[in-house]
């Protein structure tokens, strides 16, 4: 599939998605947001991608927002389906895929382009990130689940200053928050993001989406995670992964899983 504002690269596993347009430091505008979820879907449903990388062009940003110009005139209405919307077709898309992703943070990641970090399953940032959700200075708030996520992610009170003054936090800060996992430098990030992809690539697929579906039914409201663990736990014993890792375990060996 060929897009305008996204790059795709498989290798060895790792899909590796870019979103390009420099110009306009990475915004993320309608049709990027389809381009992508088209993207990550294609990627998730490729059996011979185990890992998902998203990652932005240059060297200044990750994505710097969502594209104002788009929907500096929308009405009441038409703000609550783009919010809903982009939800939806990329977000909510994203922290439910099967598939582990990855966010490599280079630069700035600002408004949209934080909430789709954070919509990533854990974050990798190059030491010259800086992070912000800074939509209360243009009279809106986050829309992408900016809301939810950080919160989840760095507590009540830090997530709450971080909007009302609409700053911008440092990879160090964002580290000691626990919004990002790792920092390395600009040139290493990538290949260190590779690094863990290749470790998670050692395990079990099978029982890595059972994770990810039981760690994310935590943060569902009405939703009993500790149910979904039990679910997602009795289902890995019917599977090939199941029989191979624990046969392979016993003969003291490594596992040879038969993929997605």
Request: contains cysteine.
């Amino acid at each position: 599939m060929s897009y305008n504002n996204i790059l795709v690269k498989e290798n060895n596993g790792i899909t590796t998605i870019t979103i390009n347009r420099p110009s306009k430091l990475n915004a993320l505008n309608k049709a990027t947001i389809e381009e992508l979820h088209d993207a990550f879907e294609e990627a998730d449903n490729d059996t011979n991608t185990r890992v998902i990388i998203v990652t932005g062009s240059g060297e200044k940003a990750f994505v710097a927002g969502a594209d104002i110009s788009e929907f500096a005139d929308f009405d009441v209405e038409n703000g609550a389906k783009l919010a809903a919307k982009g939800q939806e077709l990329l977000f909510d898309f994203v922290e439910n895929l099967s598939t582990p992703v990855i966010a490599a943070v280079n630069g700035f990641a600002l408004g949209g382009g934080l909430e789709l970090a954070m919509a990533c399953h854990f974050r990798v940032a190059s030491d010259n990130a800086k992070m912000g959700l800074p939509e209360v200075s243009l009279g809106v708030i986050p829309g992408y689940g900016g809301t939810q996520r950080l919160p989840q992610l760095v507590g009540k009170g830090r997530a709450m200053e971080m909007v009302m003054t609409a700053g911008m936090i440092d990879a160090n800060t964002a580290k000691d928050y626990g919004l990002v996992n790792h920092i390395t430098t600009q040139e290493d990030l990538l290949e260190f993001c590779e690094k863990i992809a290749s470790k998670i690539m050692r395990n079990s697929p099978v029982a890595i989406k059972g994770a990810i579906k039981a760690i994310n039914a935590n943060f569902k409201d009405g939703v009993d995670g500790y149910k979904v663990e039990i679910k997602q736990f009795g289902k890995c014993f019917g599977t090939e992964d199941f029989t191979e890792g624990t046969t392979a375990f016993l003969e003291k060996r490594k596992a040879d899983f038969p993929g997605k």
